[in-house]
């Protein structure tokens, strides 16, 4: 996780003019969330929660699996609608949902508009569980006055998490909030997909921030020869949803994680969340952390972002200082690595890591490592390329941190 205090790089890349979420609200009349509305489910009442819902919530799990299982929204209208469209966000898992059932099921719920003739609504897959999308459907036109609008299950596991119905005067042109899809771009190149919580609202828009990260991949491409083997999910989360207090990013499995309200002045964190994607798999916990670190400061920032002096950047400044004071304490043992790992950017140069990096990724294609994601590297490996990009042995340095003896 990224530590909060590193927002001291905020005002260096002068974002904070780009404009908002382009995402129109102007064609919504009504809108509610399914989990509020008057919901008769044979599995159980109780709301399912999901950080990707609106408002966190949909449905209460199974909602659909039984026959007659319904979901009724009533709502006055204070002008008749000519072009009413229901808009229907949910999430489904197909090969999921197909497994457990045993057979592919129907996916379609009747839809009752008052007293008016029954219309279908079709829920096909979505991509998974935590991926949202909407389906629409072109209501006949509605008058001044009460409305009721219900959902029918028909047949068994017509299974489906609900999220937030909502009803414009004709169709949007692209999906509002919260109706947008969670995935709301995908790179050209394959390397990342951008998804979002439903009610998030940030800035850069949704290419200003994949193109940045494909910046950001090809410097650590460059300087390492290492890369992810997977596409990295840039997850954006609106705060209200966002389960790491003060923390501003972190990354787990699905990618690499924002707070939205502070996704555009994070630069800092998008570097670091981005390095861990690069070591994850191949460095060991004990190294990964402190290195990400280390790199942030003096490597990424500097060489990503310089400011007018990346020198007297105050993260580079503040690494420096610490790598020159183990160098001036030579007796000095340290609890962390870190101190030891600045040390070995000030004796031999922040590149150093690079050429390590290298080293490995060589020695890997040649087969005298063995160099895949899921196999950590050993300390004695690191020692020995480390010490091969340094010129000399660098085990006197590493032996300053408390733990390297025991270090796995
Ligand atoms: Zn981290």
């Known amino acids: ?54 408002g966190g919530f949909f449905t209460p799990r199974f909602f659909g699996k039984a026959v007659g299982d319904s979901l009724t929204w009533r709502f006055e209208l204070a002008a008749p609608l000519e072009e009413p469209v229901l808009l229907v966000r949910y999430a489904y ?29 079709s829920f096909p897959h979505t991509g998974g569980w ?12 509605l008058i001044k006055g009460r409305h009721m609008i219900r959902l029918v299950s028909l047949a068994e596991h017509t299974t489906t998490d609900i999220d937030v119905l909502g009803l414009a005067e004709e169709m949007p042109e692209r999906l509002p909030v919260p109706f947008r899809p969670t995935v709301i771009a995908k790179a050209e190149s ?50 209200r949803l966002w389960p790491f207090g003060s923390a501003t990013a972190f990354s787990d499995m699905r990618g690499v994680f924002f707070r939205a309200s502070v996704m555009h002045k994070a630069f800092g964190d998008w570097c670091h969340e981005m390095s861990h994607w690069f070591l994850v798999g191949r460095s060991p916990k004990w190294l990964e952390e402190p290195l990400v670190q280390v790199l942030t400061a003096m490597v990424w920032m500097p060489g990503i972002y310089p400011g007018p002096d990346p020198k007297k950047d105050p993260l580079y400044a503040q690494g420096e200082r610490i790598g020159r004071d183990v160098l001036n304490s030579p007796k000095r043992q340290y609890e962390d690595i870190a101190p030891v790992l600045y040390a070995i950017a000030v004796k031999y140069g922040p590149d150093i890591y690079g050429r390590f990096f290298k080293a490995c990724a060589k020695a890997g294609a040649k087969e005298e490592l063995v160099f895949h994601p899921g196999r950590h590297l050993t300390r004695d490996e690191i020692a020995r390329y480390l010490s091969e990009a340094a010129g000399e042995s660098v085990l006197p340095l590493l032996k300053r941190w408390k733990g390297f003896d025991n270090a796995p």
């Open 93 to 121: 898992d197909e090969p999921g949902y197909t497994a457990f059932a045993g057979s592919k099921p129907p996916r379609e719920f009747q839809v009752l508009v008052g007293a008016l003739k029954p219309l279908k609504l």
């Open 190 to 239: 394959g390397r990342f997909l951008l998804r979002a919580t439903a009610q998030a609202r940030f800035t850069p828009d949704e290419k200003s921030i994949i193109a940045e990260f494909e910046k950001i991949y090809r410097f650590m491409k460059n300087y390492s020869d290492w890369e992810p083997t997977v596409a990295i999910g840039i997850n954006v989360i609106e705060d």
């Open 1 to 54: 996780m990224f530590k909060p205090r590193l927002i001291q790089f905020v005002c260096l890349f002068g974002w904070s003019v780009l404009f908002c979420h382009g995402y129109t609200q102007w064609s919504l009349v009504r809108v509610a969330e399914a989990e509020t509305l008057e919901i008769k489910c044979a599995a159980g009442a109780q709301p399912g929660d999901n950080l990707w819902a609106s």
């Open 130 to 141: 935590d991926e949202y999308d909407t389906v629409t459907l072109k209501l006949p036109p």
